[in-house]
T-cell receptor, first 112, second 114 residues
Framework: AQSVSQHNHHVILSEAASLELGCNYS??????LFWYVQYPGQHLQLLLK??????LVKGIKGFEAEFIKSKFSFNLRKPSVQWSDTAEYFC??????????FGAGTTVTVRA | DAGVTQSPTHLIKTRGQQVTLRCSPK?????VSWYQQALGQGPQFIFQ???????QRGNFPDRFSGHQFPNYSSELNVNALLLGDSALYLC?????????????FGSGTQLSVL
């Protein structure tokens, strides 16, 4: 069964700082990869996804993620965060079935 | 355009009781998945319903069951509640449920078992 690990439980940074959240998965076959975000008081929503092609994918709100197959990683980045990026971020993996396997999440707090 | 709606938003039950949670998918979606999110953890897949049948199931006991209606709405039933069933239950809808699709999540039902 696939599993997903997120490296950081809680990240605190200042506005304009760069953000990188780590995600590693364990599955040897073809995977589809996702980052979901949950803003305070809101439901989970998709930030970006990768399932084929260019391993550098761009999502909403200036986020991007890079799939490195050899490292089983799909790290999320944003060059310059804003206070409104305060949220919980979840990495998720699909191994060509019908379910998503989520990591435990990383809480990001951006200080103004 | 209505998103995914879940009811109730909060629920308190005691051990041994049974509970039913409800979900209406986003307009145009025919597939409903249910996830359990315990405090401090990511969502865990319970099962997915498509064409009124359970299409895939996660590692949850038979106490967890579901149903999908012809209008694509869905119910999650949990029997013989345990304290460990306390969690946020999320419903997600999609167009056909295939793995690389974007899921639309509801806000969840917070279940507390005392």
């Amino acid at each position: 069964a696939q599993s997903v690990s997120q490296h950081n439980h809680h990240v605190i940074l200042s506005e304009a700082a760069s953000l990188e959240l780590g995600c590693n998965y364990s599955y040897g076959g073809t995977v589809n990869l996702f980052w979901y975000v949950q803003y305070p008081g809101q439901h989970l929503q998709l930030l970006l996804k990768y399932f084929s092609g260019d391993p550098l994918v761009k999502g909403i709100k200036g986020f991007e993620a890079e799939f490195i197959k050899s490292k089983f990683s799909f790290n999320l980045r944003k060059p310059s965060v804003q206070w409104s990026d305060t949220a919980e971020y979840f990495c998720a993996v699909n191994a060509n079935d019908y379910k998503l396997s989520f990591g435990a999440g990383t809480t990001v707090t951006v200080r103004a | 355009d209505a998103g995914v709606t879940q009811s109730p938003t909060h629920l308190i039950k005691t051990r041994g009781q049974q509970v039913t949670l409800r979900c209406s998918p986003k307009s145009g979606h025919d597939t409903v998945s249910w996830y359990q999110q315990a405090l401090g953890q990511g969502p865990q897949f319970i099962f997915q319903y498509y064409e009124e049948e359970e299409r895939q199931r996660g590692n949850f006991p038979d106490r967890f069951s579901g149903h999908q209606f012809p209008n694509y709405s869905s119910e999650l039933n949990v029997n013989a509640l345990l304290l460990g069933d306390s969690a946020l239950y999320l419903c997600a809808s999609s167009l056909s449920g295939v793995g690389n699709e974007k899921l639309f999540f509801g806000s969840g039902t917070q279940l507390s078992v005392l």
